[in-house]
């Protein structure tokens, strides 16, 4: 036969309408600290800058989107030029990756 009133750790096994009531015991409830919200930065326009590379001469320098599709336009091909893009938490030009380049090339003679 199975006592079912305590199992190893002590703890009371029984059904819930027929719960003792504890007296002197409360229940401790803590809430979850709440997060302070960041504030969301301002998206700036992206700043591309447009190399050739045969030559490193520099096509565009902290050009807009549409402005450097447009430079895009009369490039023969995606090899022949190295896009960068300004990154303003670090300072610096960063080389965008071969699926982005794409995704640029790719807005070519859309308008």
Known sequence: MLDT???GTGAEVVPLDSRKAVKGRGVVVVEPKRRREKRAEPKLPRRFK??????RRVLADGADLRTTVDL??????????SIQVWEPKAERWQQLTQREAHMLWGMRGRR
């Open 50 to 55: 447009v190399v050739e590379v045969m030559t």
């Open 5 to 7: 009133e305590t199992k």
């Open 72 to 81: 895009l336009e009369g490039v023969r091909s995606i090899v022949d030029v």
